[in-house]
């Protein structure tokens, strides 16, 4: 079974920054960031392909960019510019596919998820 674990999560203030880490054993798969408000549904914010190409969700595009390190089995969320609103948990997700995708039911695995707290 495939296990996933990130780290990285924390507080920040409006305009600072953070870095979120996902460590997946087994397979390289296409990779995901995933995010949950209290009161608001799970919401895709990035994927990565095993070949690097990637998607962003518009609320994030410009400010977050996701990578990964395939040697390392590694995945990389870098939040720039954070806002009250990405205030969230976030969760690092894996599927089998080929494609980057921002589908959490296309996701097969997941990790157990950590805070990002952003104050303004």
């Known amino acids: 079974q495939v296990h996933l674990v990130e780290s990285g999560g924390g507080s920040a203030q409006a305009g600072g920054s953070l870095r979120l880490s996902c460590a997946a054993s087994g397979y390289p798969y296409t990779m995901g960031w995933f995010r949950q408000a209290p009161g608001k549904e799970r919401e895709g914010v990035a994927s990565?392909?095993?070949?690097?190409?990637?998607g962003y969700a518009d609320s994030v595009k410009d400010r977050f960019t996701i990578s990964r390190d395939n040697a390392k089995n590694t995945v990389y969320l870098q939040m720039n510019s954070l806002k009250s609103e990405d205030t969230a948990m976030y969760y690092c997700?894996?599927?089998?596919?080929?494609?980057?995708?921002?589908?959490?039911?296309?996701?097969?695995?997941w990790g157990q998820g950590t805070q990002v707290t952003v104050s303004s």
């Open positions: 997700a894996a599927r089998t596919g080929s494609g980057w995708s921002l589908i959490a039911s296309w996701y097969d695995y």
């Open positions: 990565i392909t095993r070949a690097g190409g990637a």
